[in-house]
């Protein structure tokens, strides 16, 4: 192994990760002390040993994040998940770490819809050398105070846009400014400044609330890392709609999630309630017996209960299965009419606070 592949594998700084954590270090053959398992939005290859027909020359490579691109590399280069690598970019070269390998770099260009055929792919120029990787060092610590000075700068000119991250490129002849505004932003001005000031290459990019809260990162309401910042790549749409299904309360503090927008996990089950609620009776459908009428007041889906109270007497709420539901609808079709809902209702222990289904037989159910 040379010199410059060595570095490429160790003495890796903290800063280098831009993620959650600091990952473990690992000897392990085959495996380098720079791992990405811990990094923000980082690649699993659960593919390792297989490399396909369609991507022997692709490797997908990560810059900052969740900033990450496809590259091709010459045949005669061996690439490893976690090598700093020098990659082609517009102008100059930037620096980068690879993140995914082998057969699985297909299968994430298919679900990003990445087509080579039809797109530009730009080249893996060779392993980062020494000179490369002290000055990408050197404009990683300059990422901060940049970002500082031009929320200054931005400010004195009055724009009314908040900027979240910068990001430089590895050559340190451009740098990516990302930001937020609410309205459109004429910050022609602001990129001169910006010129002068450090002497670069300026490309501004507006980003929206929730990548903003990915970038920025996290504690959700759950105690756990943001799920934009962890593993999320893609955002769905949230309606309020899924709260609904899920018969959560529609308050707009508790939906809510760090960016403001309806939190993404109101997405993960409600498929599960919508499958689970097929099985359920249509809850305007108001139950008739001879004691009198009841009207629907609440679900618990899993459990497949449905709770029934007459009509001016809210206080007394019983729990009936939806299959004894259904029966009480199919009797009120045909006319007939229970004596009562207790006969049908789940009965409660006091003692153990257990909840037990009531006898199967329906005697003085007519």
Same mark, same amino acid.
């Given at each position: 192994?040379?010199?410059?592949?060595?570095?490429?594998?160790?003495?890796?700084?903290?800063?280098?990760?831009?993620?959650?954590?600091?990952?473990?270090?690992?000897?392990?053959?085959?495996?380098?002390?720079?791992?990405?398992?811990?990094?923000?939005?980082?690649?699993?290859?659960?593919?390792?040993?297989?490399?396909?027909?369609?991507?022997?020359?692709?490797?997908?490579?990560?810059?900052?994040?969740?900033?990450?691109?496809?590259?091709?590399?010459?045949?005669?280069?061996?690439? /490893? %998940?976690?090598? @700093?690598?020098? #990659? $082609?970019?517009?102008?100059?070269?930037?620096?980068? &770490?690879?993140?995914? *390998?082998?057969?699985?770099?297909?299968?994430?260009?298919?679900?990003?819809?990445?087509?080579?055929?039809?797109?530009?792919?730009?080249?893996?120029?060779?392993?980062?050398?020494?000179?490369?990787?002290?000055?990408?060092?050197?404009?990683?610590?300059?990422?901060?105070?940049?970002?500082?000075?031009?929320?200054?700068?931005?400010?004195?000119?009055? /724009? %009314?846009?908040? @900027?979240?991250? #910068? $990001?430089?490129?590895?050559?340190?002849?451009?740098? &990516?400014?990302?930001? *937020?505004?609410?309205?459109?932003?004429?910050?022609?001005?602001?990129?001169?400044?910006?010129?002068?000031?450090?002497?670069?290459?300026?490309?501004?990019?507006?980003?929206?609330?929730?990548?903003?809260?990915?970038?920025?990162?996290?504690?959700?309401?759950?105690?756990?890392?943001?799920?934009?910042?962890?593993?999320?790549?893609?955002?769905?749409?949230?309606?309020?709609?899924?709260?609904?299904?899920?018969?959560?309360?529609?308050?707009?503090?508790?939906?809510?999630?760090?960016?403001?927008?309806?939190?993404?996990?109101?997405?993960?089950?409600?498929?599960?309630?919508?499958?689970?609620?097929?099985?359920?009776?249509?809850?305007?459908?108001?139950?008739?017996?001879?004691?009198?009428?009841?009207?629907?007041?609440?679900?618990?889906?899993?459990?497949?209960?449905?709770?029934?109270?007459?009509?001016?007497?809210?206080?007394?709420?019983?729990?009936?299965?939806?299959?004894?539901?259904?029966?009480?609808?199919?009797?009120?079709?045909?006319?007939?009419?229970?004596?009562?809902?207790?006969?049908?209702?789940?009965?409660?222990?006091?003692?153990?606070?257990?909840?037990?289904?009531?006898?199967?037989?329906?005697?003085?159910?007519?």
């Amino acid at each position: 192994m040379d010199k410059e592949t060595e570095i490429t594998k160790t003495h890796i700084k903290p800063d280098t990760m831009r993620g959650c954590c600091i990952p473990a270090s690992s000897h392990s053959r085959g495996q380098t002390v720079n791992q990405l398992r811990c990094c923000k939005l980082a690649s699993y290859n659960w593919l390792p040993d297989i490399s396909g027909p369609l991507t022997p020359n692709y490797v997908e490579v990560r810059f900052k994040n969740d900033h990450k691109d496809f590259f091709t590399y010459p045949p005669e280069m061996r690439l /490893l %998940e976690g090598e @700093i690598v020098a #990659v $082609e970019a517009s102008p100059g070269h930037d620096i980068g &770490i690879v993140s995914l *390998t082998g057969d699985a770099v297909r299968l994430q260009m298919t679900r990003k819809n990445f087509d080579p055929e039809k797109r530009e792919v730009k080249r893996v120029f060779r392993h980062a050398r020494p000179v490369d990787i002290e000055k990408w060092f050197e404009v990683m610590a300059l990422e901060r105070p940049t970002m500082k000075k031009t929320r200054v700068i931005a400010m004195d000119l009055g /724009l %009314e846009m908040k @900027i979240n991250d #910068v $990001e430089y490129q590895g050559d340190k002849t451009k740098a &990516i400014f990302y930001y *937020t505004a609410n309205e459109r932003v004429d910050f022609r001005e602001l990129i001169k400044k910006l010129a002068e000031a450090f002497r670069i290459r300026v490309e501004m990019r507006q980003i929206g609330v929730r990548q903003e809260a990915a970038k920025l990162g996290g504690l959700g309401s759950c105690g756990r890392e943001l799920c934009c910042a962890s593993w999320i790549s893609g955002f769905r749409s949230v309606s309020t709609t899924a709260a609904r299904i899920q018969q959560l309360s529609l308050n707009p503090q508790k939906l809510a999630g760090q960016c403001g927008k309806l939190k993404c996990c109101l997405n993960y089950e409600v498929d599960s309630y919508v499958e689970a609620l097929k099985d359920f009776p249509d809850n305007r459908v108001v139950l008739k017996t001879k004691k009198g009428e009841a009207v629907y007041q609440k679900s618990d889906i899993f459990k497949k209960i449905m709770w029934y109270a007459y009509e001016g007497d809210t206080t007394n709420i019983m729990a009936i299965p939806i299959d004894k539901v259904k029966m009480i609808i199919e009797m009120n079709r045909k006319g007939k009419f229970p004596n009562d809902l207790e006969s049908q209702a789940l009965q409660q222990s006091v003692s153990d606070n257990v909840e037990t289904d009531a006898e199967d037989d329906y005697i003085g159910i007519f």
